[in-house]
């Protein structure tokens, strides 16, 4: 099954986009979403589940996740392209499901041995593609997906981070799983990724970042990184 990329001639496009990821900040900020998207009408991008709130396309970077979560989805899907061509037999009856019901895109190359982490800065071609086979978690990987909309501000919520001091994360419905660091300080190429590329790059796009107070964004300081903080 080939199924076509996600890129400037596919996404639709829009002035505003919202990114929705898995942290508990994506739980305590549900009507504020609401409420933007109802002002707004942006193009919206879950990362990984349904939060309850009609989006436009759900991705998934993390096959294990697509396996658990893609019967609950109501939308089109995002598939990072190296995974889904490295799983596609095993998964191939839920593929054939879910395509008779919402369109499938993939997104990333799966020739490119580069991961977006080790950038300075983000890359994209003249058709939007990008040459990367990592994009990232799947929450900061759809940031990169939203580009494709080609928008002027993107919010985004549920980047949190682990709970600080310990090696758990808690998630957008409240439950707990285990994370592999105890303080985003012990992952530096997180560090420089949010510092050193994604934020800098969006900027040079002409793309204004916002975000919620309750967003963690992994402890980093949201002023210092020029994002909007929408209360």
């Known amino acids: 099954m080939n199924f076509p990329i996600f890129n400037h001639s596919i996404a639709p496009k829009s002035e505003y986009v919202v990114v929705i ?6 739980g305590q900020t549900i009507n504020k979403i609401s409420e933007y998207i109802s002002k707004y009408n942006p193009i919206v991008f879950s990362a990984n589940y349904n939060y309850g709130i009609k989006a436009n396309y759900t991705c998934f970077f993390d ?10 989805v109501c939308n089109d899907i995002i598939l990072r392209n190296n995974v889904y061509r490295q799983c596609r037999k095993q998964l191939s009856s839920k593929i054939e499901i879910i395509k008779t019901k919402y369109n499938i895109f993939l997104i990333g190359s799966c020739e490119g041995t580069k991961s977006v982490y080790r950038e300075e800065f983000i890359k994209i071609d003249e058709f939007g593609n990008f040459p990367y086979s990592t ?5 900061f990987g759809s940031i990169l997906a ?7 501000y993107i919010l985004f919520t549920g980047l949190d981070g682990p709970i600080v001091g310990t090696k758990k994360r808690k998630m957008w419905d409240g439950s707990i799983i285990s994370h592999k660091e105890t303080d ?3 992952d530096p190429k997180i560090i420089r990724y949010f510092q050193n590329c ?9 793309i204004a970042v916002q975000t919620f107070n309750e967003v963690c964004l992994y402890g980093l300081n949201k002023k210092e990184l020029h ?5």
């Open 21 to 26: 990821a898995g942290g508990p900040s994506t």
């Open 63 to 72: 096959m294990r996740k697509f396996e658990e979560q893609s019967e609950n």
């Open 135 to 139: 994009l990232g978690a799947t929450g």
């Open 146 to 152: 939203a580009l494709m909309c080609k928008p002027k």
């Open 184 to 186: 985003i300080k012990k």
């Open 198 to 206: 994604l934020f800098k790059s969006l900027y040079s796009m002409g």
């Open 227 to 231: 994002i909007e903080v929408i209360n």
